[in-house]
């Protein structure tokens, strides 16, 4: 079964200083999709940013970015410039065409001001 | 555009009692409908999710079901509550269409049973 790990349960970072997060997955597929989620304290799921495993170039959503390591089953967050908004859960997610999307555990993101 | 919309916002129950949770998305067609539950602190369970149109899948097995009588409406429901019950209920949508089918999620129901 496909899991996905988020081996940082809190992660504190200073105001505009740039901050990881790191995920790891397990999987057999070589076909999937891979999701960071923002959960601020509304408890809203936001979709950050997204990446085809197929896809080489690392996606980049502004002040987000990700470092897409596949061989590796690596997909870790970077923040840039952190904002007081920024500071939420943070899940990394895994899908394939099982209609199936997993979840890791999530990490908890500080911003000190 | 697309929009997801889910109620109550919050519900008190007492134990025992039964359980509607309703979620509806308008905006596009035959989406694929998810249930999670997710405890405090804690990351997402898929509870639930459906294909279509009487096309339930059960991924927990729990008190909970789930129904989906229209193409973009699904219900989560209860007949008898337990405290391990309480957490927040959060619904999400996706498209084949769309190239990553990513989900989007409404703005969750926030259950405490007593």
């Known amino acids: 079964a496909q899991t996905v790990t988020q081996s940082q349960p809190e992660m504190s970072v200073q105001e505009a200083e740039t901050v990881t997060l790191s995920c790891t997955y397990d999987?057999?597929?070589?076909?999937?999709?891979l999701f960071w989620y923002k959960q601020p304290p509304s408890r809203q799921m936001i979709l950050v940013i997204r990446?085809?495993?197929?896809?080489?170039q690392n996606a980049t959503e502004n002040r987000f970015s990700v470092n897409f390591q596949k061989a590796a089953k690596s997909f870790s967050l970077k923040i840039s410039d952190s904002q007081l908004g920024d500071a939420a859960m943070y899940f990394c997610?895994?899908?394939?065409?099982?209609?199936?999307?997993?979840f890791g555990a999530g990490t908890r993101l500080t911003v000190k001001p | 555009s697309q929009t997801i919309h889910q109620w109550p916002a919050t519900l008190v129950q007492p134990v025992g009692s039964p359980l509607s949770l309703e979620c509806t998305v308008e905006?596009?067609?035959?989406?694929?409908l998810y249930w999670y539950r997710q405890a405090a602190g804690r990351g997402l369970q898929l509870l639930f999710y459906?294909?279509?149109?009487?096309?339930i899948s059960s991924e927990v097995p729990q008190n909970l079901s789930a129904s989906r009588p229209q193409d973009r409406q699904f219900i989560l429901s209860s007949k008898k509550l337990l405290l391990s019950d309480s957490g927040f209920y959060l619904c999400?949508?996706?498209?084949?269409?769309?190239?990553?089918?990513?989900?989007?999620f409404g703005p969750g129901t926030r259950l405490t049973v007593l």
């Open positions: 999400a949508w996706s498209v084949l269409a769309f190239s990553y089918n990513e989900q989007f």
């Open positions: 999987t057999s597929e070589s076909d999937y999709y």
């Open positions: 990446q085809e495993a197929y896809k080489q």
């Open positions: 997610a895994y899908k394939d065409n099982n209609n199936d999307m997993r």
């Open positions: 905006g596009t067609s035959n989406p694929n």
């Open positions: 459906s294909v279509g149109i009487g096309q």
